[in-house]
C-alpha cells in the first residue's frame, strides 16, 4: 500500500483514475491540528430530534436494502426544517461534551450538510455533479462551528477520523451516493452510538455494494481500497469484514486472502 501525503478524499476521485494509483485520504486540509475539546464527565446531550423527523419522514429503505432520500419532496416540504436544524447544530458549543455525544454530532452534522447540498443542487445524477471535473462538494465551505469555516472533508477528516480512528466513521457519514453505506434513518446520538455504528458496519458489509463477487474472487467495495490505511491492510480488511459477516457474505469471505476488485457506485442515492 502506498502510505499518503497529501490527501485525495474518496469524495473526490475521478472514476477515471484507477484507484491504485490514487494516495489514500489522511486528512481534509484546513484545520492544522485544531481540535474541538471533549469532556468525557460530561452527561450533557444535544437535541437531533429535527434531524431523527427528517430521516423517518424522507429516508426510507429500497427494495435491494439501500436506503433511498426522496430529495425532491424533501426540498419542497421541509427545507426550511433543514436549514433551521444546521443553524441551531452550528449555535451549538461543541467543547466540553462527552465524546459519544460529540461523535454523533459531528456524523449529523455531516449527513445533514450533504443533504442540504444535494437539494440546493437539484437535479442531479451524482453528488459528481456538483462541481468541475467531478469535483464534488466536499472542499466547499459547509458550516461555521465555533467561528470556524469547516468544508465537508474537515469534517470528515480532520475531526472524525483524525480524533477518533474508527474504521466505522465509513458506515456512518453518508455521501449520497447508491454505492456509500446507508444514510441511518434516525438521527445517531451519544447513547445509541455503539449499536448504532455496529448495527451500520454489519449492514453494508452484507450487502453486495460491500463485499460481493464470489468465493474465491472477492470484489469489495472502493471504500476499502481509498481508505485501505484505516484498517492497515487487506488482510485486515477481511478480517474486518467476516466480524460482521453473515450467511452468503460468510461463505463469501470465508478463507478469503485477497480482494479480487474494487467497486463503487456514485449514483445518487434518491428514491
Known amino acids: 500500500m502506498i502510505?499518503?501525503?497529501?490527501?485525495?478524499?474518496?469524495r473526490r476521485l475521478l472514476a477515471a483514475v484507477p484507484a491504485t494509483a490514487l494516495l489514500a485520504a489522511c486528512?481534509?486540509?484546513?484545520?492544522?491540528?485544531?481540535?474541538?475539546?471533549?469532556?468525557?464527565?460530561?452527561?450533557?446531550?444535544?437535541?437531533?430530534?429535527?434531524?431523527?423527523?427528517l430521516?423517518?419522514?424522507?429516508?426510507?429503505?429500497?427494495?435491494?436494502?439501500?436506503?433511498l432520500v426522496a430529495y425532491d419532496r424533501l426540498k419542497a416540504e421541509a427545507a426550511d426544517k433543514l436549514a433551521a436544524y444546521l443553524a441551531a447544530m452550528?449555535?451549538?458549543?461543541?467543547?466540553?461534551?462527552?465524546?459519544?455525544?460529540?461523535?454523533?454530532?459531528?456524523?449529523?452534522?455531516?449527513?445533514?450538510a450533504t443533504v442540504a447540498v444535494i437539494i440546493a443542487n437539484l437535479p442531479?445524477?451524482?453528488?459528481?455533479?456538483?462541481?468541475?471535473?467531478?469535483?464534488?462538494?466536499?472542499?466547499?465551505?459547509?458550516?461555521?462551528?465555533?467561528?470556524?469555516?469547516?468544508?465537508?472533508?474537515?469534517?470528515?477528516?480532520?475531526?472524525?477520523?483524525?480524533?477518533?480512528k474508527d474504521v466505522r466513521i465509513h458506515y456512518a457519514v453518508n455521501c449520497a451516493s447508491y454505492g456509500c453505506p446507508n444514510l441511518a434513518r434516525e438521527a445517531y446520538t451519544g447513547a445509541r452510538l455503539e449499536p448504532m455504528?455496529?448495527?451500520?458496519?454489519?449492514?453494508y458489509v452484507n450487502h453486495p455494494r460491500g463485499f460481493g463477487g464470489e468465493p474465491g474472487r472477492v470484489v469489495a467495495s472502493s471504500i476499502y481500497d481509498w481508505y485501505g490505511g484505516d484498517w492497515g491492510s487487506v488482510a485486515a480488511v477481511l478480517d474486518h469484514a467476516r466480524k460482521y459477516a453473515?450467511?452468503?457474505?460468510?461463505?463469501?469471505?470465508?478463507?478469503?486472502?485477497?480482494?479480487?476488485a474494487y467497486d463503487y457506485d456514485w449514483s445518487l442515492n434518491a428514491a
Request: charged share 25%; net charge negative; no cysteine.
Open 27 to 53: 486528512g481534509g486540509g484546513g484545520l492544522e491540528g485544531e481540535s474541538f475539546k471533549a469532556d468525557a464527565a460530561s452527561a450533557k446531550v444535544i437535541d437531533h430530534g429535527a434531524w431523527n423527523s
Open 246 to 260: 453473515e450467511g452468503p457474505s460468510a461463505r463469501l469471505l470465508e478463507g478469503a486472502e485477497s480482494i479480487a
Open 90 to 112: 452550528q449555535a451549538v458549543t461543541i467543547e466540553g461534551f462527552g465524546p459519544d455525544e460529540q461523535f454523533a454530532y459531528w456524523v449529523n452534522l455531516y449527513n445533514a
Open 124 to 164: 442531479l445524477k451524482s453528488i459528481r455533479d456538483i462541481g468541475v471535473l467531478g469535483a464534488g462538494p466536499w472542499r466547499d465551505k459547509a458550516v461555521t462551528v465555533a467561528g470556524r469555516d469547516l468544508t465537508l472533508d474537515n469534517i470528515e477528516h480532520d475531526i472524525l477520523r483524525a480524533t477518533w
Open 3 to 10: 502510505l499518503p501525503t497529501p490527501t485525495l478524499s474518496r
Open 197 to 203: 455504528l455496529e448495527a451500520a458496519a454489519r449492514a
Open 55 to 67: 430521516l423517518g419522514e424522507y429516508v426510507s429503505e429500497g427494495p435491494d436494502g439501500v436506503n
